[in-house]
């Protein structure tokens, strides 16, 4: 069955210091693969998304997140953290022949000044 | 655009009344989703439809709950009755076709919570 792993429940950076958030995908065929910011009490924002081509893939607020495929990971990164980045992040799989979006359990990140 | 459009955005009630739960999705999009976000399950999909027609409602927890689409600009999801193992935040989604990697746009939420 398909199935995606967040392995980080909660991360604290330091404003400034780099991030790289993880997630792990269990998918038969070719992924689509996506990253969603949720800032309290909002809905879930697009970052990126991949689907062929490129594996490094940026996205918008200076996200960038590569696709291995030999490691079943799409990991989240950004070079440099803003304290406007504390926000839950989920990365999901999308069902090619169905549309339907699987969720991981979601990353909560803190940012430290 | 407004992008899609969910009410009300908070709702309380009491354990056994009826919950209606509405959206507007993003004016073009054939595809709507309803989710549920909790704290122990995560996000999961409860149903969505393509074209108006309900696909596939194999996350919809049991009979107390019911979704409909009468036209591409409207949904609702229902609970009677409701319970307090209900509350969560409900969030609904649209995209413009079924496809996989269609970017779903997600509303802001209903956060209900059912004393």
């Known amino acids: 069955a398909q199935s995606v792993t967040q392995p980080d429940i909660h991360i604290t950076v330091s404003e400034g210091a780099s991030l790289e958030l993880r997630c792990n995908y269990s998918?038969?065929?070719?992924?689509?693969l996506f990253w969603y910011v949720q800032s309290p009490g909002q809905g879930l924002q697009l970052l990126l998304k991949?689907?062929?081509?490129?594996?490094l893939v940026q996205g918008i607020k200076g996200f960038e997140a590569e696709f291995k495929r030999s490691q079943s990971s799409f990991n989240l990164r950004k070079p440099s953290v803003h304290w406007s980045d504390a926000a839950e992040y989920f990365c999901?799989?999308?069902?090619?022949?169905?549309?339907?979006?699987?969720f991981g359990q979601g990353t909560t990140l803190q940012v430290k000044p | 655009d407004a992008g899609v459009i969910q009410s009300p955005r908070h709702e309380v009630t009491e354990m056994g009344q009826e919950v209606t739960l509405r959206c507007k999705p993003i004016?073009?999009?054939?595809?709507l989703f309803w989710y549920r976000q909790t704290m122990m399950r995560g996000l999961e999909l409860l149903i969505y439809?393509?074209?108006?027609?309900?696909?596939?409602d194999s996350g919809m927890p049991e009979d107390r709950f019911s979704a409909k689409m009468p036209n591409a600009s409207f949904s609702t999801l229902k609970i009677q009755p409701s319970e307090p193992r209900d509350s969560a935040v409900y969030f609904c989604?649209?995209?413009?076709?079924?496809?996989?990697?269609?970017?779903?746009?997600f509303g802001p939420g209903t956060r209900l919570l059912v004393l």
């Open positions: 989604a649209s995209s413009s076709t079924s496809g996989g990697r269609e970017t779903q746009y």
């Open positions: 998918y038969g065929a070719t992924p689509y």
């Open positions: 991949y689907f062929s081509g490129d594996t």
């Open positions: 999901a799989v999308g069902e090619s022949n169905t549309g339907k979006l699987i």
């Open positions: 004016s073009g999009h054939n595809s």
């Open positions: 439809f393509n074209n108006n027609v309900p696909i596939d």
